[in-house]
């Protein structure tokens, strides 16, 4: 008995996959065709940029979901995908052109490479596959078989010197943003490997720790004096915003504060579609970092909630083919890109409401951003691949049962 697997296709995946990615072209237009007309150029440039971008992550979906589940875990092709991302990294950081004080992007004629945004789902895969394979021993001895009983790794094949490789060479360009949302999918990978539930409650309860007097030490410490370390004098404005963005308007807390404007702006209805008074050269990355504080002022919070809702469900049914899936691989990467997606939409809302230190996180469909939207379409093909093959083998175990 044989299973097309176009039979098995998730719509409660693709479906909402599709009103995002769909939304996320009007809000891009919103948002940016103001300011591309001021400055002389189509209305329609970014928009038709994103465009494209979504034209190809449509392919990669089709092409993705009809490949044996297989491919994934072969480590030959893992490497290659791996070894090339850090090739990408270096020729941001060398020949990248530089994007409000940081590299990380590449110019490539009408299109911009951002390499960085491929380590997510790049970590996602090294560590599920490295995790799932040692299931056994982890159930037995726990934490202790991924530590090696070291605390530090001792050798260059160890995932955490490989993860310490990856995500510190984000340092150099810097990309606190980034950075912060993979150090984060490292800990879900980690928690969810089959060690036992009470590390999830302490890692938490240590990243919680260490968050708050990290901000207490730069509070007392001065941000004039924290901005003068090499690293991180690029985020020290971020910091001086996150504490008081009133306290300088024009200069540290003018983000902060106009994304503040743009919320109280769109009131529980909103301004209507387009009719954003924020986005016309008041708030600075409108179309980025800060676009649900638009989608806020011109849908309301009625409008909002709705999106929200709509990105959650995908979120939990993307959880959910995780949490069904029988093999721990499947499992893991499923589990590992629900959650980075919502780790995503916590870091970002975070940042605009001014909960936490804005990063430059994007928000996940709605900013304006080609590479975060085909990183995000190829995390949702492996899932609708993972989902597909699960419900397939399933199929072919009660077929066998019946026998």
Not at 82 to 102: D, H, K, Q, T, Y
Not at 226 to 240: C, D, E, Q, T
Not at 319 to 337: C, E, H, Q, T, Y
């Amino acid at each position: 008995m044989k299973i097309s697997k176009r039979h098995l296709l998730n719509y409660s995946i693709l479906v909402p996959y599709i009103l995002l990615s769909v939304l996320g072209l009007i809000v891009v237009y919103s948002t940016t065709s103001a300011s591309l007309i001021q400055e002389g150029q189509s209305a329609f440039q970014l928009v038709r940029n994103q465009g494209i971008f979504w034209f190809v992550s449509l392919i990669l979906i089709a092409v993705i979901y009809k490949l044996k589940l297989g491919f994934l875990r072969n480590e030959r092709l893992l490497f290659i995908v791996m070894f090339s991302e850090l090739v990408l990294l270096a020729l941001a950081r060398l020949i990248g052109i530089p994007i409000n004080g940081a590299y990380g992007w590449i110019k490539v004629g009408p299109i911009t490479v951002q390499p960085a945004e491929y380590l997510k789902i790049i970590i996602i895969w090294y560590l599920a596959q490295r995790f799932s394979k040692q299931q056994e021993e982890i159930g037995v001895y726990d934490f202790q078989v991924l530590t090696l009983n070291q605390w530090l790794p001792r050798s260059f094949n160890d995932w955490r010197f490989v993860l310490l490789v990856m995500i510190g060479s984000l340092a150099i360009f810097p990309d606190l943003g980034n950075a912060t949302i993979l150090f984060l999918v490292a800990l879900l990978m980690y928690s969810i490997s089959g060690i036992a539930h009470r590390w999830f409650a302490t890692i938490l309860g240590i990243l919680t720790s260490v968050s708050f007097v990290s901000l207490t030490a730069i509070k007392l410490i001065g941000v004039d004096k924290f901005s003068k370390i090499p690293v991180f004098g690029y985020v020290a404005k971020r910091f001086s915003a996150f504490f008081n963005p009133f306290d300088d308007v024009a200069g540290a807390g003018h983000q902060l504060a106009n994304s503040y404007y743009a919320m109280v702006n769109g009131g529980w209805f909103g301004l209507g579609l387009g009719n954003s008074i924020e986005k016309r050269g008041y708030l600075p990355e409108a179309h980025t970092d800060f676009v649900f504080s638009i989608v806020i002022e011109e849908f309301g919070f009625v409008g909002a909630s709705l999106i929200l809702a709509l990105l959650f469900f995908l979120i939990l049914r993307i959880i959910l083919v995780g949490v069904r899936a029988k093999d721990p691989f499947n499992s893991m990467v499923a589990i590992g890109i629900g959650g980075m997606i919502l780790i995503q939409v916590f870091v970002n809302i975070g940042g605009i409401s001014g909960l936490i230190p804005s990063t430059g996180v994007t928000f996940p469909f709605l900013s304006q951003g080609g590479n975060s939207l085909l990183v995000l379409s190829v995390a949702i093909a492996f899932v609708l691949n993972i989902d597909a093959s699960e419900k397939r083998a399933k199929l072919y175990r009660e077929y066998e049962a019946q026998l």
